[in-house]
């Protein structure tokens, strides 16, 4: 903790922060394992990514002790990936309301404590716009955690419209988080190396930042924010890998994305927020805020995947100003996402 007195403190909110239910993820158990034979062995070998599933699953008491002990004031809730979007039909739906009145019980039994992403059954645009509406007016959701692709469909196809366009009138961002790769890419890109090489490679190793980090590019290229131009993504792990190419893309889309209002970089630098997830680099830092800017960035561990430890010290030891550490810290979150309780 701080040495610093109680009305100086760096206060800080976090925004990936997941959980589990058992019930939930059984549901998509058997598709996960045809995309990504060895995704389970690969991430439960007592590693820092390999958190106990108490720990995924508790939401109460023993998370907000470890919130406590490691100075973290909020965290914003999200079903851990992939989450609904391998859902279909009523199960979606089902499940997709589940996931939101466990976040709903622990935001009401830790008020100050919590806050959270709506999970959203996509594989039905229009329920996912229904629930999206019970979330925000009965519940008090600010924000959507979208797990990738629904149906190998980025949230650029037409379909989603209903959804983007209902997200900009609630005024609910979307924090794309990564997802496991096609079956066909994982066999092309990542398969034949060792299992758990090919594994990890295609997710946390690389895959899932690359596919996160297509998923924002795609939604500038087919003209997402220029017909909804309030819209607002989050991209966790420094961007996605997209913030450090941006110059590159920049350089290389806009001349020839003719239909597009404004650069490629433009609309990033204005429609998307990034966070580190746990990845405490200076490097990566300063170059974010170089590229997004202190305004744009937020906080987030990527609990429990990723341990609280140190989060609190990478920022405040961080070589940048206080102003703009109470920004990422948590004056952007709150704005972003309307929190009043921290």
Known sequence: MSNQ???????????????????????YAKELQELNPHFKNAYNINDKYSPSIEQLQDIGELRVADMDKHGIDMQVLSYTSPGTQMLKGDVGVAMAKKANDMVAAAINSFPTRFAG????PTADPIAAVNELERCVNELGFTAIMINGRTDNLFLDHPSFDPLLAAAERLGTPIYIHPTVPPKAVYEA???NLEPLVSA?????????????GIHGVRLILAGVFDKYPDLQIILGHWGEMATFYLERID???????SSLQRSVGEYFQ???YITPSGMWSVPSLLHSIQIMGAD?????????????EGARAFLENAPIS?????????KNAASLLRINTI
């Open 200 to 212: 990890r490679l295609s997710t946390a190793g690389w895959g899932w930042h690359n596919e996160a």
């Open 5 to 27: 007195s109680e009305n100086n403190r760096l206060k800080i909110i976090t925004t990936e922060e997941h959980f589990i239910s058992l019930e939930i993820s059984a549901q």
């Open 189 to 191: 890109y990542y398969d």
């Open 117 to 120: 992403f709506a999970s959203l």
């Open 322 to 330: 206080h102003a703009d550490k109470e920004k990422i810290g948590y």
């Open 296 to 308: 744009r960035i937020l906080y987030a561990v990527d609990y429990p995947y990723i341990t609280q």
């Open 270 to 272: 204005s429609n998307f």
């Open 251 to 257: 350089a290389a889309l806009t001349p020839v994305a």
